[in-house]
């Protein structure tokens, strides 16, 4: 029992001494461990802290990345599309184009046939259409000279020069009377030389022009009955419509007094020196005198010596020159 009590004495004695070395120890250590697990939580924190930071870069990045790769998408997508509606409206705007000069060709076609149309039945009628009176009065007032040369060999050449025409139209006129007043006993016949010249004034669609007419009507009248020599002289005007409905008024002497003479009718003008080219022109109407004094022979039946006034009219045809 003594020697179990002296075990556990030496075991106290060598136990306690390790014990308070080891406790000694134990309390000079710990600031060291404490800064040093300071540090490493601190080191710790920093590395989670870098680790938070370059997550949320990345995810920013990404972020962006995904972003700018929509807007680049997008951009293709409407790049695309504008690129196909410009194809489209280019093809619409070339369809449209060709089908506005196949229109125009077509009315040009239909304009040209419609003109021909025009001219062929102006033609026919004797009428001209207004293209055509407008050309040929410029034709008219212009001042041309057309040299035509003929090679008659390899040194000589001959010349001929075609001037305009100077406006003047000379026509002999012939009728034929059917109606008279009571003083004549049988109807004139006879004709007259009309001189038109290029003189005159236009209204509208009227040209009248400044002519002399002379001429000479035999026929038979007054009681007794005796012959009767009209002889005609005088100045006046022509008025022409449309080159196709013409009447032409003079005044001066008829026979013994003075009187006045009227032709009036349709002239033939467009088909002869338009569509002939021809220089003569056929008018065809009515012809008609009045006088104040038809004879200076005294009429027994009439009770009149200061002048026997009378009419009388017929068909008569014009053959007209240019010159």
């Not at 619409?92 to 060709?105: L, V």
């Not at 009065?137 to 020069?161: G, H, I, N, R, Y």
């Not at 001189?195 to 002399?212: E, I, R, Y």
């Not at 032409?248 to 008829?254: A, P, S, Y």
Request: charged share 25%.
């Amino acid at each position: 029992m003594k020697k179990k009590r002296n075990y556990i004495a030496r075991y106290l004695l060598l136990v306690l001494p390790l014990l308070f070395i080891n406790l000694n120890a134990q309390e000079e250590v710990d600031p060291l461990e404490t800064a040093r697990l300071a540090k490493s939580a601190a080191e710790k924190a920093q590395a989670e802290a870098e680790a938070a930071t370059e997550a949320a870069i990345q995810s920013a990045a990404t972020k962006a990345a995904s972003q700018a790769r929509e807007n680049a998408v997008q951009s293709r997508k409407n790049a695309e599309e504008k690129k196909i509606a410009d194809a489209e409206a280019a093809e619409t705007k070339k369809q449209a184009d060709a089908e506005a000069a196949e229109e125009a060709e077509l009315d040009a076609l239909a304009k040209a046939a419609g003109d021909e149309a025009r001219k062929k039945i102006a033609q026919e009628l004797g009428l001209e259409i207004e293209e055509e009176l407008e050309k040929a009065t410029a034709e008219e007032t212009d001042s041309t000279e057309v040299e035509v040369a003929e090679e008659t060999d390899s040194t000589e050449v001959e010349e001929f020069v075609v001037k305009e025409s100077l406006g003047y139209n000379v026509g002999f006129t012939g009728s034929v009377g059917f109606v008279n007043g009571s003083y004549i006993t049988n109807t004139p016949v006879g004709g007259s030389i009309v001189l038109t010249t290029p003189f005159g004034f236009k209204v509208g669609p009227l040209d009248a022009t400044v002519s002399l007419a002379a001429g000479t009507y035999n026929g038979e009248g007054g009681d007794p009955v005796e012959p009767l020599k009209s002889i005609l002289y005088g100045v006046g005007v022509n008025a022409t419509l449309f080159q196709f409905v013409f009447s032409e008024t003079h005044l001066g002497m008829i026979a013994a007094g003075p009187g006045v003479r009227n032709f009036s009718g349709i002239s033939l003008e467009r088909i002869m020196k338009k569509g002939l080219n021809l220089p003569v022109n056929i008018l065809v109407g009515g012809e008609g005198f009045i006088t104040t004094n038809v004879s200076d022979t005294p009429c027994t039946s009439c009770k009149k010596t200061d002048g026997i006034m009378t009419y009388w009219g017929g068909l008569g045809f014009r053959l007209d020159y240019s010159f």
